[in-house]
């Protein structure tokens, strides 16, 4: 025998879906007063129903029904019961009955329905339904229940239907929009979802949760400005074009859409042009998608006061330093030093080492000691600050300084990926302590895996341990990183040529020496590949017959 819990809603639910459907067990009926014992046996039901003693509240509400059969409001009450039971069969019986009393009772009829979908006659509910809209199409609420019942049977073409030909009928009826949404969605079609369930929002303004799905349907069907319009419903009567443009953007740049993205922002500026957040984010955007000049253009034009400004100048240096035209890391400087006289607060330790980063760059070797060691006096904890020490002593030819300063670096942060590397690399390069460095390259690339000159390094390891298989691999992969390295070209064309295929290897060589602007690689390289050709076996000539 189960053990049922009391259920307070269903007192409410029994209670006031009686009231609802018209008289009470007390109330005359057109036949006269009821039968005491219907009176008896519903007042009984209802103190049991208190008590959470639902199976005898159920049998008591039935006795009620038999004692008064001509009140469809007593067979409701028994139906709700086994309902609430889980007796699906037994509530629909009595759902029948109560409905072939009052079948014009809505309350009666949805019941009957309710109980149709319960017992699983999901055939006979969409006949009954179908016959009420073909009489009566204007009915939203058959409309919405058809839907239901084909939606929850999957049939999502048919409930399409069943809905478009609902809201022609009646177009102001939110519940069926939002059903329309729902099956459009079900079949893939997310432009059209998006507009049912805009149209149930703007009917419903109580509908709120439909806007979240909106914009990513209207996101996923390129509807820009559709997603744009619920974002900003989104951000309540306080958001602003420029606030809701941003979030779009943010999320269509989540999505790898940058232009997408810019276009939102263009056009929000095309009505704020002075909107120095727009034009911060639009700047963001710009770098991601690798448009540096039109980066730069955006991001000039925000005024010098603006709270952006730092953000901005800190985006143009890098927009300068990755379009490599000329003049670029003058004007990458330039811009640097700009924020360092507008905004001290921001001449930190990143700022310092990006400077020196820069001096680097263009080979004035002295000028960036200079810097760098001001800057390890103001941020003596800072390990950029360090790892860039160890590269100028490499700059400068002190390899073996470099390789104390890196280790140092490990020591005091193990993980740093750049000193591993390095380290990893420098014993690879004197085919010393293999082992140990291929361990190091390992470690960094556990931090950083997608780094091509970490990749690079591994294969480097392996070709000096033998594996040139192994080294082949790895070297294609870094290669696939950054295809725009010479070097890692130059590793592959060495790895080739141990392997003695040497036309591969010539290959590999020819890419290396047009991806490379320095003069003394390009001489050490093309004697390389001179020895390569030297070895390349010339084809044999056929034999006239």
């Known amino acids: ?3 049922l819990t009391f259920r307070p809603w269903l007192l ?35 103190m049991l129903l208190q008590q959470g003693r639902m199976v005898e509240a159920a049998a008591r509400y039935d006795a009620a029904a038999q004692a008064d059969p001509g009140a469809a409001h007593l067979w409701l009450a028994a139906a709700r019961a086994r309902s609430a039971l889980d007796e699906h069969d037994a509530a629909l019986e009595r759902a029948a009955r109560a409905e072939a009393i009052s079948p014009d009772d809505p309350q009666v009829a949805s019941a009957y329905e309710d109980a149709l979908r319960r017992a699983g006659r999901g055939d006979a509910l969409k006949a009954r339904l179908t016959e009420r809209l073909t009489k009566h199409p204007e009915d939203a609420r058959a409309g919405a229940a058809a839907a239901e019942a084909l ?18 009928a009646n177009p102001n009826a939110p519940k069926t929009w939002e059903l329309l949404g729902k099956a459009r969605m079900q079949l893939g079609a997310h432009l059209k979802a998006a507009e049912a369930f805009e149209r149930a929002r703007l009917l419903d303004p109580n509908r709120r949760f439909l806007d979240t799905l909106i914009v990513r349907l209207a996101l996923e069907g390129g509807d820009n400005a559709r997603a744009l319009a619920a974002i900003k419903r989104i951000g309540g009567p306080s958001s602003t074009d420029a606030q809701a443009a941003l979030a779009l953007a943010g999320m269509l740049t989540e999505r790898q859409d940058p232009v997408g993205a810019s276009v939102v922002l263009e056009a929000a500026l095309a009505r704020a042009p002075d909107d120095a957040g727009l034009r911060l984010g639009l700047g963001r955007v710009l770098c991601s998608a690798e448009r540096w000049a039109d980066a730069e253009a955006a991001l000039a034009a925000i005024p010098t006061g603006a709270e952006q400004r730092a953000e901005a100048l800190q985006l ?13 890391l003058d004007k990458a400087y330039s811009l640097l030093e700009t924020l360092r006289t507008e905004r001290p607060e921001a001449d930190r330790a990143a700022l310092a080492a990006q400077r020196v980063r820069i001096r680097r760059a263009q080979a004035r070797s002295a000028e960036a000691r200079t810097m760098l060691d001001e800057a390890r006096q103001r ?9 860039l020490d160890g590269m100028l002593f490499e700059d400068l030819g002190q390899r073996t300084r470099a390789l104390e300063v890196m280790q140092a670096l490990i020591a005091r942060e193990p993980e740093h990926a750049g000193a591993l590397n390095y380290v ?5 390069e004197q085919n010393v302590r293999l082992e140990e460095a291929e361990t190091l390259i390992r470690r960094a690339l556990q931090v ?19 594996d040139l298989t192994g080294a082949e691999a790895t070297l294609r992969r870094a290669i696939e990183l950054d295809a725009e390295e010479g070097e890692l070209h130059f590793h592959l064309a060495e790895v080739l040529a141990a ?3 040497f036309p591969e290897a010539v290959e590999a060589y020819d890419k290396a020496l047009s991806l490379t602007k320095d003069s003394k690689l390009s001489a050490a390289w093309r004697k390389r590949k001179a020895a390569a050709q030297g070895k390349v076996k010339a084809a044999p000539r056929s034999t006239p017959r």
Do not use: N
């Open 1 to 3: 025998m189960r053990t």
């Open 12 to 46: 409410s639910m029994l209670c006031g879906g009686l009231w609802a459907c018209g008289a009470t067990p007390q109330t005359a009926q057109p036949s006269g007063a009821p039968p005491p014992a219907a009176v008896a046996a519903y007042a009984e039901a209802t």
């Open 151 to 168: 939606l929850e049977a999957q049939a999502f073409a048919e409930a399409e239907a069943v809905l478009e030909k609902s809201t022609r």
């Open 316 to 328: 143009r240096a890098l927009a300068a330093l990755e379009s490599e035209a000329e003049g670029s």
């Open 379 to 387: 941020w003596p904890e800072d390990t950029s600050l360090h790892f």
């Open 424 to 428: 990893g690399y420098s014993w690879a």
């Open 448 to 466: 950083s895996p997608s780094d091509a000159a970490i990749v690079d390094s591994l294969g480097w390891v392996m070709f000096r341990r033998g």
């Open 499 to 501: 392997a003695r295929r």
